[in-house]
């Protein structure tokens, strides 16, 4: 890292993969809401352990919209309000309602390591 530089600076990979051993790579991602329409956007990668995790990022639209880390049942169970106002914050970005968004389908636009095959999986 350049000196003064931390976690939060951004780099662009020169490969055309992700490599393993890396924490919190931002993955360019596509994502189909319920209702089908497609936003585009990033998911948060981690290959430095097994097995590989990967976490919601955000969808870039006008503005950049955080999607929830935590599924409502499990927000409400716990009595964190965090993930229902992100979950709101992306709705109203959106201009959509709950059932046109949720759960959403996502693709990893770059392949992990050796892998040929994107990951998709979905943002509940």
Not at 14 to 28: G, M, N
Not at 65 to 87: H, Y
Not at 102 to 108: E, R
């Amino acid at each position: 890292m350049p000196p003064g530089a931390d976690e939060t600076w951004v780099v662009p990979l020169r490969q055309k993969s992700i490599p393993p051993r890396r924490y919190s790579q931002l993955v360019y991602a596509r994502f189909v809401l319920w209702n089908g329409r497609v936003e585009h956007g990033f998911m948060d990668v981690t290959t430095a352990e097994s097995p590989i995790s990967i976490s919601p990022g955000a969808i870039v639209t006008s503005g950049y919209l955080s999607l929830p880390m935590v599924p409502p049942a499990v927000a409400r169970r716990d009595r964190n309000k965090f993930p229902i106002l992100e979950r709101e914050r992306v709705l109203a970005g959106l201009k959509l309602k709950e059932p046109q968004v949720f759960p959403m389908q996502y693709l990893l636009l770059a392949p992990i390591g050796k892998r040929r095959e994107f990951l998709g999986g979905l943002v509940l």
